[in-house]
Nanobody, 121 residues
Framework: QLVESGGGLVQAGDSLRLSCAASGRTFSDYAMGWFRQTPGKEREFVAVVNWSGGVTYYTDSVKGRFIISRDNAKNTVQLQMNRLKSEDTAVYYC????????????????WGQGTQVTVSS
């Protein structure tokens, strides 16, 4: 089970930190990703971290602004979002997949319920 928290309403330029708590699995066996979705659009890859936290990858639009990290001792993954823009407004989901990290949403077999992030300009 994955449970996200930390979403909210902020102004452009502000920061938010999303967190995802995992249970019911050996957390370090899984790559963890963050995705986002807006109405009428497909779920979009945002960031991913490998099992150890040593490898991360970001979609171009968030590089230099967002940081993904994980704490395997606490079974959590975080997404620090800085210098937020109105186009970052979306429902953000964390996802897990066993083994290597992937960019496609279809590669992930476990999903959280999502948390809304709204950035006003």
């Amino acid at each position: 089970q994955l449970v996200e928290s930390g979403g909210g309403l902020v102004q452009a330029g502000d920061s938010l930190r999303l967190s995802c708590a995992a249970s019911g699995r050996t957390f370090s066996d899984y790559a963890m990703g963050w995705f986002r979705q807006t109405p009428g659009k497909e779920r979009e890859f945002v960031a991913v971290v490998n099992w150890s936290g040593g490898v991360t990858y970001y979609t171009d639009s968030v590089k230099g602004r967002f940081i993904i990290s994980r704490d395997n001792a606490k079974n959590t993954v975080q997404l620090q979002m800085n210098r937020l823009k109105s186009e970052d407004t979306a429902v953000y989901y964390c996802a897990a997949r066993p083994g290597a990290w992937e960019l496609e949403a279809s590669a992930y077999d476990s999903w959280g319920q999502g948390t809304q992030v709204t950035v006003s300009s």
